[in-house]
């Protein structure tokens, strides 16, 4: 019976093959039919219809029936000229597609997949299930369709052809350079999308709108996420979890960058055009980075070559930038960018406004001889980047980069004496960071891939500063040199499991200038310090876990000292909706800022870069550990966390101190411990968010009396509330509002406001940041719309207003001693930005 029931088996089977077999037939034979049953002629080219076959239709369908059958399920265009003859062309028609967006590995639909016409500036993204739609495309059309975490594939339209018209599946293959999943595509806003690591990726060619802002300004919309704050919304000081803005590693494809604004914080110096992504990291960082005792704010430009020439220019209210992607060869492509102020050729009041806040404490907007003198200042910034890229064969790439930021502020005083003659002496200023890169990055096999890089930056502050009064000029510089060398290897062990292991070498060198003449001085000090370190980090995923454990290990070969630290990232899904996260990590810091009062720069840049020596200045060390919570469902997530961080090793002269601690030389610690929750809920046509953070930061300096006492950023309550609209397809607005707990300060002795040493008053402060100033509120607004000029161009009009309602907010606080009566103070207040209108309009292609 077996061998019978098997017989069966074989029968039927050969019969529904020999059934499909008769379904299809050759179209060139399928024609010949058609001749012969209707009596008709065909004329065809034998090349259009050799290789095709077509299911072969129901006998019953007449001649008109059997043309319209064939003209919609082939790719040929069947016309009849006569009652006999008939012509086959091929057929320059549009279709409708329609495709699911899988992972290979898991299967699973792919939510957010960009899918782009080639050439153009067209094209969506796939749905929650994946799915994506396109109407009216040419046959011919190319489409690239694109992940994060997957590589890129290509597309003719003509492979969506099909005669059922259901959506056809495309596989993306995942790309193993890319560590970290994509756990929210759309976080508050496209193109800003949460890692399984925790980090949040903020991609700039997809990035939406936000309030206030005319474009993806990188270090302007990181203040969006929970616990990072400007205490004077100067980018120049973003502080995450308490931290001060030189605790912050800043990279741009591989090279450190020791400067990050312009208009000394109000626009961030990274032109957004060819950064292609940012990841930032708050805790948890992977081992391979070092630095950064706060956060690491990872900064990557475009890295594919296209075959396409692409670009595009753009001017605002303050500058005027372009970018250009060339396409050399196949294997060699350049991108380049630039951008230039534009205020020195006609002032706005965006600009008036930037000025009067950048330089509202400084020499340049306070004058002592303001009766018989005048002054005139220019301020110029401009900054460009260039990449090239080669691609040897699909295993080896090459990639060579330059970054270069300057601000420049020229400064003149005009003094008219008793005779009424003029004399004018000018001062100058000038900010440059400068960054080469290069690496080589190499897939040996399927599973061992290694990366070479290598980088060298460049940052100095040069200032000369001559007063007409006292004949005296002051030249002062800051500089800072760093080579860095690292080669990195990573080893798929499984789909689950990746190990990485590397190398590091790096120098630094800093150098303190400050000359005096009328009376003659100088003082010139250059510490170097050689870092090496070895690194190695598994990281495991697979369905509901997600764990990442790495060690780094730090020598200082100045002071033989061996650092030790270890990082941990670990992620649970308890469910669909639930998961719990941990993370934790020991970091170290060589470079810090210094907040010199005497030896400023004009009065505009008080900062200077300074090494440690592992004495008066020890190398800075952090200790974090955070644990949260996450909840999702229907597009509403959710996400609470508690942090508690200690970095040991500050310096009194490193956190800018207003009280008697001033001038004092000492080192100590800062506690900072909260929690962080952001609500946020997305659809299609809109995105609504509200976050807040409560947090508590002390310092401790035990030779200090008090010892413990509230941080210069202690910022106890923040919250923002923001919302996005699509109103149109191509019209966008956003409207939001910040509020946070005002700055500390300390206020002079009610009874006692001065005291005097030797032949010198100062000011005799009470307790240490004892005081609260009012509390900062602000709301800001942006609209944008596209429109398309053609199928390859595109027009984008942006215009933003930040502190809608004109708020008075004072961002610092301090007193001096009274010039007319030094037994008295001075309060001084610093204003953050009035009403701010900008704009910009971008030309793309």
């Avoid at 690491?296 to 753009?314: H, P, Q, R, V």
């Avoid at 372009?322 to 991108?335: C, D, G, N, Q, S």
């Avoid at 469902?633 to 002269?653: C, E, H, M, P, R």
Wanted: charged share 15%; hydrophobic share 35%; with cysteine.
């Amino acid at each position: 019976m077996k061998g019978k029931h098997w017989l069966i088996c074989c029968m039927l089977l050969m019969g529904t093959i020999c059934f499909s077999q008769n379904k299809q037939i050759k179209l060139a034979d399928y024609i010949t039919t058609i001749e012969t049953d209707f009596n008709v002629k065909f004329s065809y080219a034998v090349q259009d219809v050799i290789n095709l076959t077509i299911t072969k239709p129901e006998a019953t369908l007449n001649l008109q029936d059997t043309i319209n059958y064939l003209n919609a399920n082939t790719l040929l265009n069947f016309k009849t000229i006569d009652n006999r003859y008939i012509t086959v062309s091929v057929l320059e028609k549009t279709i409708s597609i329609c495709g699911i967006i899988l992972s290979e590995n898991t299967d699973q639909a792919l939510l957010g997949a960009s899918v782009i016409i080639n050439g153009t500036t067209k094209g969506t993204s796939t749905n929650y299930n994946g799915t994506f739609t396109l109407d009216n495309i040419p046959l011919n059309t190319i489409l690239s369709i694109s992940y994060l975490g997957f590589e890129t594939k290509t597309i003719k339209a003509k492979f969506f052809f099909n005669e059922n018209q259901t959506c056809k599946p495309i596989v993306l293959i995942e790309n193993s350079q890319q560590l970290n999943e994509v756990l929210i595509t759309k976080y508050l806003t496209t193109g800003l999308q949460k890692l399984t690591d925790g980090s949040l990726l903020l991609n700039t060619k997809q990035f939406g709108i936000l309030p206030g802002l005319i474009e993806p300004d990188i270090l302007q919309s990181i203040q969006t996420l929970p616990g990072v704050e400007s205490v004077n919304e100067s980018i120049a000081n973003i502080n995450v979890r308490g931290g001060t803005n030189d605790q912050n590693l800043m990279l741009w494809d591989g090279i450190k960058m020791y400067h990050s604004g312009h208009f000394f914080g109000l626009i961030s110096a990274y032109n957004p055009n060819l950064t292609n992504k940012v990841i930032v990291t708050k805790n948890g960082t992977s081992s391979q980075y070092s630095d950064g005792v706060s956060s690491t704010i990872n900064m990557f430009t475009k890295d594919k070559i296209t075959e396409t020439f692409s670009g595009g220019a753009g001017i605002n209210l303050i500058s005027a930038d372009a970018f250009l992607e060339l396409p050399i060869t196949k294997k060699l492509a350049l991108h380049l960018s630039g951008r230039r102020s534009i205020t020195d050729a006609f002032s706005t009041l965006t600009y008036e406004n930037y000025f009067e806040r950048s330089f509202q404490d400084s020499d340049i907007n306070t004058n002592p001889n303001l009766d018989n003198s005048t002054t005139q200042s220019d301020f110029v910034f401009y900054d460009y980047t260039a990449k090239l890229l080669f691609d040897l064969n699909d295993k080896h790439r090459f990639r060579a980069n330059i970054i270069g930021i300057n601000n420049n502020l020229d400064y003149t005083e005009s003094v008219k004496d008793s005779n009424n003659t003029t004399t004018s002496k000018s001062s100058n200023l000038t900010q440059k960071n400068l960054g080469y890169g290069g690496k080589w990055q190499a897939q040996w096999t399927d599973k061992l891939s290694t990366t070479l890089s290598g980088s060298y930056s460049q940052y100095n502050v040069d200032a000369s500063d001559l007063r007409v009064q006292t004949n005296q000029r002051l030249t002062q510089a800051n500089e800072v040199l760093e080579t860095n060398l690292q080669l990195k290897t990573q080893y798929q062990i499984n789909p689950n499991i990746s190990l990485i292991n590397g190398y590091q070498f790096n120098e630094i060198g800093v150098l303190n200038q400050t000359i005096v003449t009328a009376p003659s001085y100088s003082r010139t000090k250059k510490d170097v310090l050689l870092n090496h370190a070895l690194f190695t980090e598994a990281q495991y995923h697979k369905n509901n876990t997600y764990l990442r454990l790495g060690i780094r290990a730090n020598y200082f070969q100045k002071f033989d000292q061996l650092l030790i630290e270890p990082r941990l990232n670990v992620r649970q899904k308890l469910s669909n909706q639930f998961a719990l996260k941990l993370e934790g990590e020991f970091k170290n810091q060589s470079a810090t800022q210094i907040v010199d009062f005497q030896d400023d720069f004009l009065g505009v840049e008080n900062r200077r870069w300074i090494l440690a020596d592992n004495q008066s200045i020890p190398i800075a060390k952090s200790k974090q550990a955070s644990f949260g919570i996450d909840f999702k469902q229907n597009n509403l997530n959710l996400d609470l966390n508690s942090f508690y961080k200690v970095v040991n090793g500050i310096t009194a002269s490193n956190q800018g101190f207003y009280n008697n601690f001033q001038y004092l030389n000492a080192t100590g610690n800062y506690t900072a411990k909260g929690i962080e929750f952001l609500a946020n809920k997305t659809a299609d046509r809109y995105s609504t968010w509200f976050s807040y953070t409560y947090s508590i930061n002390n310092y401790q300096f035990d030779s200090f009396k008090p010892s413990v006492f509230p941080n210069n950023v202690d910022i106890r309550h923040s919250l923002s509330l923001a919302f996005n609209y699509t109103i149109l397809d191509n019209l966008q607005l956003s409207i939001g509002s910040v509020w946070h707990s005002g700055q500390p300060y300390t206020n002079p002795l009610a009874n006692n406001p001065t005291v005097q040493i030797n032949n010198n008053y100062y000011v005799n402060y009470d307790q240490p940041n004892s005081q609260n100033v009012e509390a900062f509120f602000r709301i800001d607004t942006s609209i944008g719309y596209d429109f398309n000029v053609t199928n390859h161009t595109k027009l984008t009009l942006r215009a933003g207003v930040r502190n809608l309602t004109n708020q008075n907010n004072i961002i610092n606080r301090y007193f001096k001693v009274d010039p007319e009566d030094n037994n008295q103070t001075i309060q001084i207040d610093n204003k953050s930005l009035g009403l701010t209108p900008n704009a910009s309009l971008r030309y793309s292609f």
